[in-house]
């Protein structure tokens, strides 16, 4: 089992950002993190030696009801300081019963934030941090309306480095305004040279609503074109692939041993409890989502209420046309034994047809196991996948299927 807990503060909001995020106040952070205390209580304690309902390895790690990672993410968890962070995780290991520094457990960063508190972190639990660096050319940080600069960044990493952390992550953006392939290489190389265990690199998305959506609008030229993305993305392939990094899913890299087990677990649909506003959980076929609204959410927990806002439950042919399409993301892809272990499915026969049609469009590849995504796969993932959303021989996903709110 998995726990998410969303932390939403930021010192400013990015322009680009699309996240449940509020600027940070003091008095903000401190009623919300009574209310976490307050979810938290209500939350599935541990209970040991007991398997999930997920359709899952038995087997496997994560597929009891024993937490097998936490994740703090965000907003900027490292807004908040050393102490709050200690409390909170205090708080998460003592309900689910593990042992500080036992299960993984990652912390998102900002680098221009709480620099001093970086061994007060690690000593809290936090046994990953996972860093927003997004690039180390200043111009384009400027542009992407960050508040730290590339030199910051490698500064953070490397104070990280001292004060213990053993599992360094940091996020990359591809396509940000004025990015050229050669500013890109840059950037990889600059992270490179910082040696993180692991990087992820998104792809940026113009989210309706925000500053950029506007300025995309009035000048869609200063954004890099969907093919110059693309080919930034194979830029990024290329270059962490030759310098050791295992390409284990579409917008992830990792050193041997350093994937991200939260991570895994999710495209796993392992259980996850979530925590805080806006943030989004799988427990016993439910998928659920929390309000999004910072003072929503908190009313109503401080009222004994459920902060839940979506529910819907999975049948069996919703979490089988889901396991494909997370299972395609990663490196291995679709694994025949295990839609065999985890559904007592053939998966040839239920996705006879998408498999087809996306190896003849050159999308899908044959593996000693199963079939994965090609390189141009890859780049067209989203459209490869959807067409694995609804399976064969299986109820249509609405005919059980339930939405509430
Ligand atoms: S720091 Fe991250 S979460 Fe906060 S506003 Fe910027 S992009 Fe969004």
Redesign the pocket.
């Known amino acids: 089992m998995l726990c998410y807990v969303h932390l939403p503060f ?1 010192d ?3 322009p ?2 699309d ?1 449940a ?1 509020v600027e940070f106040r003091r008095e903000r952070v401190e009623r919300y993190l009574r209310a976490l205390r307050i979810e938290l209580s209500n939350a599935r304690p541990q209970e040991a030696g007991t398997t999930s309902t997920s359709n899952a390895r038995p087997q496997e790690a994560g597929t009891t009801s024993k937490l097998g990672t936490l994740y703090l993410g ?3 968890p490292s807004a908040l300081d050393a102490d709050q962070i200690a409390k909170l995780l205090a708080d998460l290991f003592a309900h689910f019963g593990v042992e500080v520094g036992g299960i993984e457990c990652t912390l998102e960063a ?1 680098p221009s934030r709480n620099v001093k508190d970086l061994a007060r972190y690690r000593q809290a639990g936090v046994t990953r941090l996972s860093v ?1 660096v997004q690039s180390f050319d200043d111009a384009e940080l400027h542009r992407l ?2 508040d730290h600069s590339g030199a910051q960044a490698e500064a953070f990493v490397h104070a990280a480095r001292r004060a213990g952390h053993g599992n360094v992550s940091i996020d990359l953006i591809a396509g940000a305004p004025g990015q050229t392939p050669t500013s890109f290489a840059a950037t990889l190389e600059r992270a490179i040279a910082c040696a993180p265990d692991h990087v992820s690199v998104y792809a940026l998305t113009i989210e309706a609503s925000t500053p950029y959506a506007r300025w995309h609008e009035r000048e869609p030229q200063a954004f890099p074109e969907d093919d110059a993305v693309a080919d930034l993305l194979e830029q990024a392939h290329t270059t962490l692939t030759h310098a050791g990094y295992e390409h284990y899913e579409i917008s992830n890299f990792a050193r041997p041993g350093f994937a991200c087990a939260h991570n895994r677990g999710y495209w796993r649909q392992y259980d996850c409890i979530a925590l805080g506003m806006s943030a989004s959980g799988y427990e016993n076929g439910l998928r659920y989502r929390n309000v999004r609204d910072f003072d929503a959410y908190c009313t109503a927990i401080e009222s004994g209420n459920s902060a839940r806002d979506e529910v819907e439950r999975l049948d069996f042919a919703d979490r089988v046309g889901e396991a494909a399409m997370l299972a395609l993301r990663t490196s291995e892809g679709m694994e025949d034994q295990d839609f065999r272990d985890r559904f007592g499915l053939d998966m040839r026969t239920v996705f006879l047809r998408p498999i087809e049609e996306c190896r003849r469009a050159g999308l899908l590849e044959e593996t000693r196991h199963g079939v994965r995504l090609t390189s141009r796969g890859r780049l067209l993932a989203n459209a490869a996948c959807a067409q694995f959303l609804h399976p064969s021989f299986l109820p249509a996903p609405a005919a059980s299927g339930e939405t509430t709110s």
């Open positions: 930021c400013r909001i990015c680009y950002c996240f995020v965000g907003g900027t900002n927003g309306g960050r």
